[in-house]
């Protein structure tokens, strides 16, 4: 079993910067496939970045960068001039044979 807490979500206005952590209970050393997802009241949950060949979506691009710490066992999202189109709850997954996913956090996007 893996746990995941994703924290730093709130409340931005337009163009402005949140980072996204994700803390795992286990080594993430040897794990590519992990990245974050997320899901806009009323929407289905929209991937938005990988890991593995830092993939970002279209619709973040250029705004959104993934990134992770081996040693603290955490994966960030830098989000950048956000939108309020982003506004969404923001989710992190971690795959080791079975998906995991964290709880979730909210990040709403003022205009």
């Known amino acids: 079993q893996v746990q995941l807490v994703e924290s730093g979500g709130g409340l931005v206005q337009a163009g402005g910067s949140l980072r996204l952590s994700c803390a795992v209970s286990?080594?993430?050393?040897?794990?590519?496939?992990m990245g974050w997802y997320r899901q806009a009241p009323g929407k289905q949950r929209e991937w938005v970045a990988t890991?593995?060949?830092?993939g970002i979506a279209d619709s973040v691009k250029g705004r959104f960068t993934i990134s992770r710490d081996n040693a603290k066992n955490t994966m960030y999202l830098q989000m950048n001039s956000l939108k309020p189109e982003d506004t969404a709850v923001y989710y992190c997954?971690?795959?080791?044979?079975?998906?995991?996913w964290g709880q979730g956090t909210q990040v709403t996007v003022s205009s």
């Open positions: 997954y971690v795959q080791v044979i079975d998906r995991y």
């Open positions: 286990r080594s993430i050393f040897n794990i590519n496939a």
């Open positions: 890991i593995s060949r830092s």
